[in-house]
């Protein structure tokens, strides 16, 4: 090689990331819902996991007695009474469990800078919760969809939910509904009926998000209502109307605070000890039920056409 030339050679990419120092991220998991039906839902303490639901007997809540003689004829009052259901139902709090089991030596060698126990608890809660959920509307004791009055159920005319659909809903739970609850493609095919009606829907913020709404009330999103899948792509879904709260007799989650090990409101983590085989285990509890104080809390629209998949990819 003549003296004259000049040869340069340059640290390759390939060979300087081994001296440096990537920025991790914790580990990401696309099954993470925002679960709006556990925010908006109001949530009653209970004291021994125990909600006695006490219900007057008759619908019309009084009954009537023979007048009493008075002086005066116009002001004579019947005796009333309002009579009670003597075998009341109670809600027991079911719990959504799960048992993390964590190599030591896992624990002890690759901590940094994730806690690897602390990751793993991180995303077996977030498991836990999503359970919680779907439980929530299909358990088969206390699912607000399981108990639904056979009354307040309609369906559609067959196809997509329409305003018709939305209103006869609201005409079952006219006494201050406050969300509807439904899967995000029956809230797409509902929207895309209106805008081809002329009507689109109006959007209004809470908890800093956007919500489509219908006569005022938002509708609420929640992948865990089920999808009926045909064959050709489509599906039909369910689309629910709730009145909330004990002080206006709807529907209402039932938790129990101050259990051992509670890391949030009725959700807790133990330590079970290491077994001979040095493996850390942990159990994760999630103690909650729900219930529908009078039947026409919720209102159930049925058969409800969410349109082919390939309208969503």
């Known amino acids: 090689m003549p003296d004259d030339v000049e040869v340069r050679r340059t640290l390759s990419e390939p060979a300087a990331r081994q001296l440096a120092n990537a920025t991790k991220t914790r580990a990401q998991w696309s099954g993470i819902t925002p679960r709006w039906l556990v925010s908006f839902l109001p949530w ?23 007048c009493s003689p008075s002086r005066d004829r116009d002001s004579d009052l019947p005796e009333t009474f309002v009579d009670y259901e003597t075998a009341p139902r109670e809600y027991f709090l079911n719990a959504v469990t799960t048992v993390l089991d ?21 995303l077996l809660i977030e498991k836990v919760k999503e359970r919680q959920e779907s439980e929530l509307i299909y358990n088969g004791d206390y699912g607000i969809l399981t108990n639904a ?15 018709d659909d ?19 493609r029956a809230i797409a095919a509902f929207g895309r009926e209106c805008t081809r009606r ?23 999103p929640s992948d865990k209502l089920k999808i009926a899948e045909s064959a050709d792509g489509g599906g039909t879904s369910t689309i629910l109307l709730l009145r ?10 039932l938790f129990q605070p101050g259990v051992p090990g509670e890391v949030t409101p009725s959700l807790s983590v ?15 509890s999630l103690y909650c039920s729900s219930a529908i104080l009078t039947p026409d809390a919720l209102g159930v629209l049925e058969n409800v056409e969410v349109g082919h998949y390939h309208e969503y990819t």
Do not use: C
């Open 44 to 66: 009653v303490p209970v004291e021994a996991g125990i909600y006695r639901l006490n219900r007057v007997k008759d619908t019309e809540g009084v009954s009537d007695v023979e």
């Open 102 to 122: 964590v190599q030591t030596r896992v624990s002890d060698l690759y901590n940094q800078p994730y806690d690897q126990i602390q990751e793993q608890l991180r």
């Open 149 to 163: 009055a056979p009354f307040m159920k309609i369906s559609t005319r067959r196809g997509p939910p329409t305003p």
């Open 166 to 184: 939305m209103d006869e809903l609201i005409a079952r739970v006219w006494k201050e509904p406050a969300f509807f609850l439904s899967h995000p």
């Open 198 to 220: 002329g009507v689109p829907p109006p959007t209004i913020n809470l908890f800093g998000t956007p919500f489509l709404t219908w006569r005022g009330i938002p509708l609420v």
């Open 244 to 253: 909330t709260g004990e002080k206006k007799q709807g529907v209402v989650g």
């Open 270 to 284: 133990r330590f079970m000890g290491i077994n001979r085989k040095a493996i850390a285990s942990y159990l994760i």
